[in-house]
């Protein structure tokens, strides 16, 4: 299957920085891309959905302010988490499709943000 | 939105096929069921989708009911290896561009000696 990797694949923190998280589409063109939260011993929980070029449309409860993305081409998209806080430690995890409405959505391998 | 309940955790012998079944009777129908495993620690691993028909690659088969409200994925001989949080999905806005997938809880699958 198409390669999504995600880079830092690890981060630690201090409260109050900012965390930039990067995804990107190895082999395809990534038309749209989603990012998902995981905490330990539960679900993926969507952050957002982005397409190319334009602004991420944020599931309901999640801080668009809090959690910047740019999908500024079509392999590359990053998360900013803004002033972190140790509530945001948790295991990011991003998803990428192409064009094709039925097609197939990769997974990047995750990054695990640990904030202090 | 459709919504998909698996059983939380199953064994398996290792060696023998492993039925996973899902159920999501509110489906629509341009809803794909998607599946997805997802070993600790790392991103989801794609399994396989289907619609209405019966599906099956390298890694496994997908059962649709004839109604669609419910599947099964088949491992057809589970080795150590396959251990996992298997999730089954129906992605919410079916085959359209701005179609997502939405997790549930997925079930464990321990695969034993």
């Known amino acids: 299957g198409a390669v999504v990797s995600q880079h830092p694949s690890r981060v630690i923190c201090k409260s109050g920085t900012s965390v930039k998280i990067e995804c990107r589409s190895l082999?395809?063109?990534?038309?749209?891309m989603f990012w998902y939260r995981q905490f330990p011993k539960q679900s993926l929980m969507l952050m957002a959905t982005?397409?190319?070029?334009?602004?991420?449309?944020?599931e309901q409860g999640v801080e668009k302010d809090k959690f910047l993305i740019n999908h500024a081409s079509l392999t590359l998209s990053t998360l900013t988490v803004t002033s972190a806080h140790p509530e945001d430690s948790s295991f990011y995890i991003c998803?990428?499709?192409?064009?094709?409405?039925?097609?197939?959505?990769?997974f990047g391998p995750g990054t695990r943000l640990t904030v202090l | 939105d459709a919504k998909t309940t698996q059983p939380p955790s199953m064994d398996c012998a290792e060696g023998r096929a492993a039925n996973l079944p899902c159920n999501h009777s509110?489906?629509?129908?341009?809803?794909?069921v998607y599946w997805y495993r997802q070993i600790h620690s790392q991103g989801p691993q794609y399994i396989i989708h289907g619609l209405k028909n019966n599906e099956t690659n390298e890694m496994a088969s997908l059962i649709i009911t004839e109604d669609r409200k419910s599947s099964t994925l088949i491992l057809p001989h589970a080795t150590l290896r396959d251990t996992a949080v298997y999730y089954c999905i129906v992605r919410v806005g079916g085959s359209s561009n701005t179609g997502k997938l939405i997790f549930g809880q997925g079930t464990t699958l321990q695969v034993k000696p």
């Open positions: 509110t489906i629509s129908g341009n809803e794909y």
């Open positions: 082999d395809f063109q990534a038309t749209t």
């Open positions: 982005s397409n190319e070029g334009s602004k991420a449309t944020y």
């Open positions: 998803s990428a499709r192409d064009g094709q409405g039925t097609s197939e959505q990769f």
